[in-house]
């Protein structure tokens, strides 16, 4: 098996720590295999998409879900660290509303698997971080929406030193609130 898995207080978000053989030459790990990811994760997919995103310390990105074809993803972080965050907002989910977040860095090689339907962010803690991921259906565009990074409801502890620099689609995101009367629950 190529991967720990340890669970996360969401439902089906795991985190996958790699099997890393090291000496004084360097390291090797085998980053992906889709075998040992199903067996790992108990998932039956497969992934169509890889995307790279390079950004500065203070940078948050998110939180970005698709609906509909929402995407399921496997990230990883190569270079720098990374607050990651997942909101689950999965109507008939008994953790709706509920967030984890988790620290990923070139240095613990930790993967975390996002399953479909879920909202995902991510606050750069490190001068640049290189954000690789794979996911299990396209980017449209048109589909892409964000949930409000700072909503009150959700209370995320980022790990925040001043304001985060972000993309104006993500200042004006949608509230929890909303995606509650979205989905027909408040």
């Known amino acids: 098996m190529a991967y720990?898995?340890?669970?996360?207080?969401?439902?089906?978000?795991?985190?996958?720590?790699?099997q890393v053989f090291g000496d004084d030459r360097g390291f090797f790990f085998e980053s992906f295999n889709q075998q040992d990811f199903n067996l790992s994760t108990g998932c039956e997919l497969s992934f169509v998409q890889d995307n790279h995103s390079r950004s500065s310390r203070g940078v948050l990105r998110g939180l970005h879900f698709q609906d509909p074809n929402p995407q399921g993803k496997l990230v990883r972080v190569t270079q720098g660290e990374v607050f990651d965050v997942v909101v689950d907002i999965r109507a008939n989910?008994?953790?709706?509303?509920?967030?984890?977040?988790?620290?990923?860095?070139?240095?613990?090689?930790?993967?975390?698997?996002?399953?479909?339907?879920?909202?995902?962010?991510?606050?750069?803690?490190?001068?640049?971080a290189?954000?690789?991921?794979?996911?299990?259906?396209?980017?449209?565009?048109?589909?892409?929406k964000s949930l409000l990074w700072n909503d009150p409801?959700?209370?995320?502890?980022?790990?925040?030193e001043g304001e985060p620099i972000m993309a104006k689609?993500?200042?004006?995101?949608?509230?929890f609130k909303d995606i509650k009367i979205e989905k027909g629950l408040a």
């Not at 689609?169 to 509230?175: C, E, R, T, Y």
């Open 93 to 128: 989910s008994l953790t709706f509303g509920q967030w984890v977040g988790v620290n990923l860095s070139e240095d613990n090689k930790l993967q975390l698997w996002v399953p479909p339907g879920l909202a995902h962010g991510f606050l750069v803690l490190s001068e640049v």
């Open 4 to 18: 720990t898995v340890q669970p996360t207080s969401i439902a089906d978000v795991l985190i996958l720590e790699p």
């Open 130 to 144: 290189q954000f690789l991921y794979k996911t299990t259906d396209y980017w449209y565009p048109k589909q892409e």
């Open 153 to 160: 409801e959700l209370g995320i502890a980022w790990p925040l």
């Open 169 to 175: 689609k993500d200042m004006q995101a949608q509230s």
